[in-house]
């Protein structure tokens, strides 16, 4: 039962161009979302993340958007550069009554210079 | 500050070894959790050790077992190792008790390989 979905195994851009990564949960239990990436060889690292109650959360060239009703966030990159290069994990929690991170497959993000 | 750091970093045994894994925590953290992550898969909650007890528990078997020390630094122990056993273990650590908005950082993992 995979609650936490991340439906495009890699996506392809070019520098400078947007990078959008889509991730639909099934839980409609869950009420805080984040995106990790990870680099080969490394440990996922934390990137941004949204609570259950905004709609939108930007830092930097990262901005997250979460469309409730349709249990669907999406992780956008402006500009895209190629050390963004790596796998992204979208993950899942529930305040105050659980504790685990589900994670999505994860989407290889590849910038082409 | 240091970062979570995890040893070894490779590992290989045998199908009904035992193996111990090590995990120091972030400065400052005092809660550990540990992800199992299979070839193409997303990380998958194993347990969680909050100030020195198990805190919560994925859907893994009695054989995956687990301890945190006073220092907050914790082991993930797994007893008769399977085939299936082989994956990238990684360690997250945060600050608060569970649930809390604490973001979890990860150490880079053990990569197993059970033969």
């Known amino acids: 039962d995979q609650q936490v979905k991340q439906n495009s195994p890699s996506l392809s851009v070019q520098e400078g161009r947007i990078s959008i990564l889509n991730c639909d949960y099934t839980n409609s239990m869950f009420d805080y979302f984040l995106w990790y990436k990870k680099y080969p060889a490394e440990g996922p690292t934390f990137l941004i993340s949204?609570?259950?109650?905004?709609d939108k959360n930007e830092d930097g060239r990262f901005t997250v958007f979460l469309n409730k009703s349709a249990k669907h966030l999406s992780l956008h990159i402006v500009p895209s550069q190629p050390g963004d290069s790596a796998v992204y994990f979208c993950a899942a929690k529930i305040l105050g009554s659980n504790y685990k991170l589900t994670f999505g497959k994860g989407t290889l993000l590849t910038v082409n210079p | 500050e240091t970062g979570v750091t995890q040893s070894p970093t490779h590992l290989i045994k045998t199908r009904g070894q035992q193996v111990t894994l090590r995990c120091s925590s972030q400065s400052g953290h005092n809660t550990v959790s540990w992800y199992q992550q299979a070839l193409g898969q997303g990380p998958q909650f194993i347990f969680q050790?909050?100030?020195?007890?198990?805190?919560g528990r994925g859907n893994f078997p009695p054989r995956f077992s687990g301890l945190q020390f006073p220092n907050y630094s914790s082991e993930l122990n797994v007893n008769a190792l399977e085939l299936d056993d082989s994956a990238l273990y990684l360690c997250a650590s945060s600050q608060g008790l569970a649930g809390a908005k604490n973001i979890q950082y990860f150490g880079a993992g053990t990569r197993l390989s059970v033969l």
């Open positions: 050790y909050y100030r020195e007890e198990e805190n």
């Open positions: 949204i609570s259950s109650i905004k």
